[in-house]
């Protein structure tokens, strides 16, 4: 998990440069392409169960909020903020899944899961004023953008988990991308179009071929074998690593300067994330028994 951490935290370095070059919604075609061939092809399940009704709907919505709008927004944004912004706002993930959760009674609300909620939303309004209201409106716009990438990628997480319990992880992955290879291409067929194709030079394609190969793909799997021999609450809370390492590579290769209130935002941000997902305890007897 530490080394899904590092991968995830170059991803934001190594998109930027690469989309110093490509257009962001090319750069997050090919991605996903590419990842739905390996997924499909290379990394295919053999033997699957098959489908059940409606679980084509299902995968289909999947597909919108956690790779569509999830990588779109997610890729257009970082063109457009920083790389430490962009790197503490996706932090806000487990808190928009918990407010989900409560929304739709899935969780019960609880003083501590509130205050954390509202510690953390905060904390991403600073991160939202620091780098945009007193930056530029395209930085502004840009953290929006991951705002919204977040939110989606909160309630794929949300709507998917009973689906992930029955069907196997990677088959659901594997489709997702297969879907949304076919649902992006219209949205990126005109930049793709008028893209430089000749002029792009090949520290660019290397570095779009390192996001396919670590971030998405081999991350995933990882991922998953940690899933297998770890507790969920492990696992998630190496997520707390991404900014961390995110913000120092951001210093070194980008030349990225930190502002003190991104920091104190990013610190929120995990404090109520840490907060909201303590169990009581009463919680905490209940699951010893």
């Known amino acids: 998990m530490a080394s899904v951490s590092v991968l995830f935290?170059?991803?934001?370095?190594?998109?930027?440069?690469g989309m110093h070059v490509f257009n962001p919604l090319t750069f997050?075609?090919?991605?996903?392409?590419?990842?739905?061939?390996?997924?499909?092809?290379?990394?295919?399940?053999?033997?699957?169960?098959?489908?059940?009704?409606?679980?084509?709907?299902?995968?289909?919505?999947?597909?919108?909020?956690?790779?569509?709008?999830?990588?779109?927004?997610?890729?257009?944004?970082?063109?457009?903020?920083?790389?430490?912004a962009a790197a503490i706002l996706i932090t806000t993930i487990p808190i928009f899944a918990l407010a989900a959760g409560i929304v739709l009674g899935r969780e019960s609300p609880t003083?501590?899961?509130?205050?954390?909620?509202?510690?953390?939303?905060?904390?991403?309004?600073?991160?939202?004023?620091?780098?945009?209201?007193?930056?530029?409106?395209?930085?502004?716009?840009?953290?929006?953008?991951?705002?919204?990438?977040?939110?989606?990628?909160?309630?794929?997480?949300?709507?998917?988990?009973?689906?992930?319990a029955r069907m196997s992880a990677r088959r659901v992955i594997a489709r997702m991308f297969a879907i949304a290879s076919v649902v992006m291409l219209p949205i990126a067929a005109w930049p793709m179009l008028h893209e430089p194709w000749r002029a792009i030079p090949i520290g660019?394609?290397?570095?779009?071929?390192?996001?396919?190969?670590?971030?998405?793909?081999?991350?995933?799997?990882?991922?998953?074998?940690?899933?297998?021999?770890?507790?969920?609450?492990v696992v998630a809370a190496y997520t707390y690593l991404q900014p961390v390492f995110a913000v120092i590579l951001a210093a070194i290769f980008l030349q990225e300067q930190i502002k003190p209130i991104a920091l104190l935002a990013g610190a929120m941000i995990v404090a109520g994330v840490y907060v909201s997902g303590r169990p009581s305890s009463r919680g905490a007897a209940e699951i010893a028994e």
């Open 9 to 17: 935290a170059i991803n934001y370095i190594i998109s930027k440069i």
């Open 28 to 84: 997050a075609y090919l991605r996903v392409l590419a990842a739905a061939i390996i997924l499909n092809s290379v990394l295919r399940e053999r033997h699957a169960a098959p489908l059940e009704p409606g679980d084509g709907r299902r995968l289909f919505g999947f597909s919108i909020l956690g790779v569509v709008i999830n990588q779109t927004f997610f890729l257009a944004g970082l063109a457009l903020t920083t790389a430490h």
């Open 111 to 164: 003083v501590a899961k509130i205050g954390g909620i509202v510690l953390s939303a905060i904390g991403a309004v600073l991160v939202v004023g620091g780098e945009g209201l007193s930056g530029s409106p395209r930085a502004l716009i840009g953290d929006l953008m991951i705002v919204t990438n977040s939110l989606s990628y909160a309630l794929y997480l949300v709507f998917s988990k009973p689906a992930m």
């Open 204 to 233: 660019a394609w290397g570095s779009l071929a390192f996001v396919v190969a670590g971030p998405t793909v081999a991350a995933y799997l990882m991922n998953a074998w940690a899933l297998k021999y770890a507790e969920s609450s």
